[in-house]
């Protein structure tokens, strides 16, 4: 998200990795609504950033109607279902997400808004346990493991329903794309974060700054944070920040 990001805008970039609350997936829609307006009340008055991109499928939709009302200068990431139909051969798609989206009635009514044709199918699959991957630094520390149970979830699914396209509609999903990628060779997986210029275009304005400054924050374990991210080859400094 951070590298997309990048891409367009120049100047301060604030990320908050709210491991504090993790897994968003596993709460209640009122709990997660709490959860995201302290949050956003928080870095407003922290930082008084122009634009906040919540970086999480999760809330976006579960919280689909609410998000202007929590803040004007809020923004969600939406599965890139509209890409995934144009795209598609075999007429099955995959949305790729965490448990409280997959079971949600919003997710079923943002596939009926994306107007997906009557012989395509939507296949909307739990992938919490890919997520869990993500979030405990396995993906990082242990391939053959994340392998297996990458396998375990998806790749009867996948093959039974001849599932060509896939959304990573959890934004944990992206940091795996090189293990799906080599497991299902003839899916196209699709990474939400590539539409973000279509988001940041009602917030950006051009300004004169040449570079981003990036500040890293988590409400979580600062030590273990930093350690993965390093496995990443991120070397940033990280900073506490509770809410």
């Known amino acids: 998200m951070i590298r997309e990001i990048r891409k367009i805008f120049k100047g301060e970039l604030i990320y908050f990795a709210d491991q504090k609350n993790f897994p968003y997936g596993e709460k209640s829609t009122p709990h997660l609504e709490k959860i995201i307006k302290d949050t956003i009340n928080l870095l407003e008055e922290q930082f008084s950033p122009d634009f906040i991109i919540m970086a999480s ?20 990431i939406y599965p890139p279902l509209s890409d995934a139909v144009k795209i598609s051969r075999t007429r099955n ?5 965490t448990r409280s989206v997959i079971q949600s009635e919003s997710i079923t009514e943002f596939i ?8 395509m199918v939507v296949h909307k699959i ?26 375990e979830v998806l790749e009867d699914v996948f093959l039974d329903n001849s599932i060509d396209v896939a959304t990573l509609s959890s934004t944990h999903l992206p940091f795996l794309e090189p293990f799906l990628r080599s497991i299902f060779k003839n899916v196209k997986f699709l990474d939400p974060a590539k539409n973000i210029s279509n988001i ?3 917030f950006v304005e051009d300004n ?8 890293i924050f ?3 374990d600062v030590k273990l944070f930093k350690k993965n991210l390093q496995m990443m080859g991120i070397d940033d400094e990280v900073n506490f920040l509770t809410i």
């Open 218 to 220: 988590t409400s979580g």
């Open 200 to 202: 940041l275009k009602d």
């Open 57 to 76: 499928n999760t809330p976006t939709l579960l919280l689909n109607t609410r998000i202007r009302r929590i803040s004007l200068k809020l923004a969600g």
């Open 93 to 97: 798609i995959a949305i790729l997400g």
């Open 112 to 119: 009926e808004k994306c107007d997906v044709p009557n012989d």
């Open 208 to 215: 004169d700054l040449q570079q981003n400054v990036l500040r």
């Open 126 to 151: 739990d992938c919490s346990l890919l997520v869990e991957l993500v979030e405990s630094g396995k993906f990082l520390t242990d391939k053959e493991y994340c392998k297996n149970v990458i396998k």
